[in-house]
């Protein structure tokens, strides 16, 4: 088989699989397109494609759920029937795997990118996507995705400490903020980074908002994560349209403060990344105060190579079963960093 005639094949073959995520088609079914056995068709396939056709359509269709969580309404539940998963469960399973975030905190992301690593280049595109799969993430992607999926992952390692953990008097507190806020507990620092985000969300949609905050069953990890999906959410909505129509520098007044005050966008946006920043840092290093075992130090280069999985440098792990099973163990000494010194500057 000539150069030619191989592409050709391959194309055919790509095709095949290609036209046929719309079905609940199995590899025998896609054999008999090729006027092949089931065999033949899993051998030729193999080599001139360099994948199997399972493997293929599996991974095209992920692709394709990923691109609809990121470029459309529709909800998880029907994502996963039109990948032809038989249950959510086994759906997030598979794209947690695949994508290193759940369904959820993808769409949350609003992360452009949804093409897997595949040595045959070959991928799914959406009616009107460019070759390269969209756009790349800009700034506001970056610092808005990194203190979620950051936030995220110091909620689920508090998760697995006591109440008394919890609420231990931490041994160093840093005040650096110009008002009051009370930091000397783990849950009060976590606390404060969702409060934060809730204020200034009710700000900028002009609802109302109790200042003293909710009561302290709001105030769990697992409480704390429900808020903080629930924030992200509007927070992410409003600050994202104002983004796409570049309007950072317009003004709005918030109506919360006393007096009401006037802040552009941009600023608020800067603002809540900067002290929720200052926030999260304190919060990693309670959590290791606390013997809790963590990976990373919540840079925004951990999270972009956490969720960009084309990218082929070795990412971050997520919070595992067994490393949050172990987090009472005390922590061993931390390495220098997950990115080697050289990249920082």
């Avoid at 068709?41 to 056709?53: A, M, Q, S």
Wanted: a neutral charge; one cysteine or more.
């Amino acid at each position: 088989m000539n150069k030619a005639d191989g592409q050709d094949t391959a194309d055919r073959l790509c095709a095949i699989v290609a036209n046929s995520l719309d079905t609940p088609a199995k590899t025998q079914d896609l054999a008999r397109q090729a006027y092949q056995s089931r065999t033949q068709f899993h051998r030729l396939f193999r080599i001139v494609v360099e994948e199997t056709p399972a493997a293929m359509r599996r991974r095209l269709l992920l692709e394709r759920a990923a691109f609809q969580l990121g470029h459309t309404g529709m909800s998880v539940t029907d994502i996963a029937l039109d990948a032809n998963y038989g249950s959510l469960e086994a759906f997030i399973r598979a794209f947690r795997k695949a994508f290193r975030a759940s369904p959820s905190i993808y769409r949350r992301m609003r992360d452009p990118h949804f093409h897997l690593p595949a040595s045959n280049k070959i991928h799914f595109f959406a009616p009107g996507s460019s070759t390269k799969g969209g756009k790349d993430m800009d700034l506001f992607d970056r610092f808005a995705g990194n203190d979620s999926w950051h936030t995220r992952r110091l909620l689920e390692y508090a998760g697995t400490l006591t109440e008394e953990q919890l609420d231990r008097p931490l041994p160093t507190v840093v005040e650096l903020l110009p008002w009051r806020e009370s930091n000397k507990t783990l849950r009060q620092l976590l606390e404060n980074i969702i409060f934060t985000k809730e204020v200034w969300t009710a700000a900028l949609s002009g609802a109302d908002m109790d200042m003293d905050g909710p009561p302290k069953s709001q105030r769990s990890p697992q409480a704390l994560l429900r808020r903080l999906e629930k924030t992200d959410a509007e927070l992410h909505r409003i600050l994202g349209d104002i983004r796409n129509r570049t309007g950072w520098d317009d003004t709005f007044v918030d109506a919360l403060c006393e007096p009401a005050e006037t802040f552009t966008y941009g600023g608020i946006f800067a603002h809540i990344m900067t002290f929720n920043a200052h926030r999260r840092l304190m919060a990693l290093d309670a959590l290791r105060q606390l013997g809790v075992q963590t990976e990373g130090f919540g840079d925004p280069m951990e999270y972009e190579e956490t969720v960009a999985p084309w990218n082929q440098r070795v990412a971050l792990k997520m919070p595992s079963e067994n490393t949050l099973a172990d987090s009472k163990v005390p922590a061993k000494p931390q390495p220098s960093g997950s990115i080697s010194a050289g990249r920082l500057r």
